[in-house]
């Protein structure tokens, strides 16, 4: 039987399985390109655009501080924050395992930091975003090193494939530091800049929005860490900070601080202050405290000393505020200068029993003879005057020492300011209604006792206390301060006899503030040795040192106010350790502001009368 003819399958089952596989394997293609490309397609773009572009903060220069004169106090110099990319230090991107370990260690003893605190924010499992900040305000020469490094990894990786350039995805943004020039000059006022760029105390954080400026932004693709030339980038400029003229001249300040930093140290004081203001503008020429601190170097800062005591400390004045006592008997015509006062050893008022700094047989003064001596025991007498009554006379005085300034903030606006303790005469103690009339029983800070004495210099009028004249934006437009606020406080009558009587503290023999005479010119001043309430315990300890006063007596042109706390070796008497301190930065302003002597006689106002 012949064989069966060998018969082939038909090929269109197995050419339509296989079409309707290709089909099927197209069909999924289309799907997922219509997803891609029409469904997801901004979604996708975006995630490329991120990948491709990024984004850098131009920071925007702080603006500079000077002194009346454009001596520079504070600087913005050149600087660049070091940052990095952390999507640009994974497996996927360098081919290795520990290439952030091996970036920090490189980078941890250029940047001066903890390698373990660099890896974290290196890492890119424990970072949201593709910006993290490495450290901030550094050094050209810093960021010089570690492009340099950068540069030497690169040209060493193009030959040899084993090399992998760990540093490719760190970057730098321009910046700038604070720097000041004059170290810890004038500290207390300008304050500091802290590690955020920001003001952190002083003008620096007062004035922070107009110094800071408005920072900007530049946008630019880029690849491998590198910025791609021909992709172009976008740029919002950065708009830089004011500047910021201040009252102040360096010069006095310098004289003021190097003043009472040695009588601070010679008394082994806790501390002490010395104002210097324009008796006309109430323009401050200098405000200097002792201890300080230098704002280049925080680091080496006492706490305590990192603030502006003259206007943060709040103490008793002592003797210094008999003066606002006087204003307020002269003023409501309750005595003259002349008027007749008996001074007995002691006098019991209230619960107590007052006497003076002294022990003394009955004076016999007149109301120029009790400030030029002053008595504590005669002021009580003299201010007894004001009123019918005790509560009365209390409610006229305490009108009289608001008016002056006390138990209200100065004007300033300064950060930490302290406005003090007045307290409504309503609720004086037995005891306050007789110690407040010769400086005990309330607290002021230094810049409110030497507004007094400029307010009486100044013909009666207060005239709010600045600190800046002012400030030159990007355009290079100076826009003068705001006017400070005028306030008649006494009558240019009850001034004039004020003068007088304070140049009787200085030029007679009786007088308290002998040490503060200055050769050639009148000057009017008052001695303060207060009792000082101890700020740890809250009871009285140790002395509160105090002068005041301003020169020329009879043609006012500059106030100064020297108070040393807690002075502990050699004299605490406020004539004879802040008298001294008074003349040399009273002479030196004198110089320096070339103001010459009146040359007119002084009043000579008697201090005692024959019984």
Same mark, same amino acid.
């Given at each position: #039987? ?38 997801? %397609? ?6 490329? *655009? ?33 940052? =990095? ?41 424990? &970072? ?28 060493? =990786? ?12 760190? @970057? ?14 004038? =500290? ?15 003008? *620096? ?11 900007? +932004? ?16 976008? *740029? ?5 900070? /004011? ?11 310098? %004289? ?18 010395? !104002? ?32 502006? $005591? ?11 505020? +008999? ?49 030029? +001596? ?14 019918? /009554? ?52 309330? /607290? !002021? ?11 009486? $210099? ?19 437009? @100076? ?15 009850? =001034?004039?006899?004020?003068?007088? #009587? ?14 503060? &005479? ?44 020297? $108070? ?6 050699? /004299? ?10 008074? +003349? ?15 040359? %007119? ?11």
């Amino acid at each position: #039987m012949p064989p069966r003819p060998l018969r082939l399958g038909s090929p269109r089952p197995r050419l339509r399985l296989v079409g309707l596989a290709l089909t099927l394997v197209l069909l999924v293609f289309v799907v997922r390109l219509l997803q891609v490309q029409a469904v997801e %397609a901004s979604a996708y773009a975006a995630r490329a *655009e991120q990948n491709r572009y990024v984004v850098h903060t131009l920071a925007a220069e702080r603006g500079g501080i000077t002194d009346r004169n454009g001596v520079a106090l504070a600087v913005s110099e050149d600087a660049y924050d070091i940052t =990095a990319d952390p999507t640009m230090f994974g497996v996927k991107q360098l081919k290795i395992q520990d290439g952030p370990e091996r970036a920090a260690a490189l980078l941890a003893p250029i940047l001066g930091q903890d390698q373990a605190a660099l890896l974290k924010k290196l890492r890119p499992e424990n &970072r949201n975003s593709r910006y993290t900040r490495l450290a901030s305000r550094q050094t050209p020469q810093v960021w010089k090193q570690i492009k340099d490094l950068k540069t030497a990894l690169t040209h060493k =990786a193009e030959t040899d494939r084993t090399t992998v350039n760990v540093l490719a995805g760190v @970057f730098a943004d321009p910046s700038s530091q604070r720097v000041y020039p004059n170290g810890d000059l004038a =500290a207390g006022i300008l304050g500091w800049v802290n590690a955020d760029g920001r003001g952190g105390g002083g003008i *620096e954080q007062q004035l922070d929005k107009q110094l800071t400026g408005k920072d900007g +932004k530049l946008r630019y693709a880029q690849s491998g860490g590198r910025e791609v030339p021909t992709a172009g980038s976008t *740029e919002t400029p950065a708009v830089p900070g /004011s500047d910021v003229e201040l009252t102040i001249d360096r010069d006095i300040q310098w %004289a003021a601080q190097n003043a009472i930093s040695e009588q601070v140290r010679k008394s082994r004081a806790d501390r002490g202050y010395v !104002i210097v203001q324009d008796t006309r503008s109430g323009q401050i020429l200098a405000m200097a405290n002792s201890p300080g601190f230098d704002p280049n170097d925080l680091s080496k800062a006492d706490g305590d000393a990192m603030g502006n $005591a003259a206007l943060q400390d709040a103490y008793e004045p002592g003797s210094t505020a +008999k003066v606002m006592s006087m204003a307020a008997v002269l003023e409501r015509n309750a005595a003259t200068p002349l008027t007749h006062v008996v001074v007995p050893n002691r006098l019991h008022r209230g619960d107590r029993l007052f006497q003076d700094d002294i022990d003394h047989a009955t004076w016999y003064l007149t109301l120029n003879g009790v400030l030029a +001596k002053s008595s504590n025991i005669g002021t009580i007498l003299a201010t007894g005057e004001l009123g019918k /009554s005790q509560p009365e006379a209390n409610e006229v005085l305490y009108s009289y020492l608001r008016r002056f300034g006390i138990g209200g903030y100065t004007g300033l606006g300064f950060p930490g300011e302290t406005p003090g303790i007045l307290a409504q005469p309503q609720k004086w103690s037995t005891s306050q209604q007789y110690t407040i009339p010769f400086g005990q029983g309330f /607290s !002021i800070n230094a810049m409110q006792a030497a507004s007094v004495y400029s307010t009486i $210099a100044n013909g009666g009028v207060r005239v709010e206390p600045t600190l800046v004249r002012g400030t030159k934006g990007a355009d290079g437009r @100076f826009t003068p301060a705001p006017k400070p606020r005028q306030t008649r406080v006494v009558s240019a009558k009850t =001034a004039r006899s004020l003068a007088q #009587m304070l140049e009787s503290v200085v030029d007679d023999e009786q007088g308290t503030g002998i040490k503060a &005479r200055i050769p050639g010119y009148r000057v009017a001043g008052k001695t303060g040795t207060a009792n000082r309430v101890d700020p740890a315990t809250g009871r009285y300890r140790g002395y509160t040192s105090s002068f005041a006063g301003f020169a020329p007596a009879d043609n006012p042109r500059i106030t100064v106010y020297c $108070a040393i706390q807690n002075a502990t070796s050699g /004299s605490y008497f406020g004539g004879q350790i802040c008298g001294p301190i008074y +003349k040399q930065v009273m002479e030196f302003a004198l110089k320096t502001l070339q103001v010459p002597p009146t040359g %007119a006689k002084p009043a000579n106002l008697p201090v005692d009368y024959k019984p």
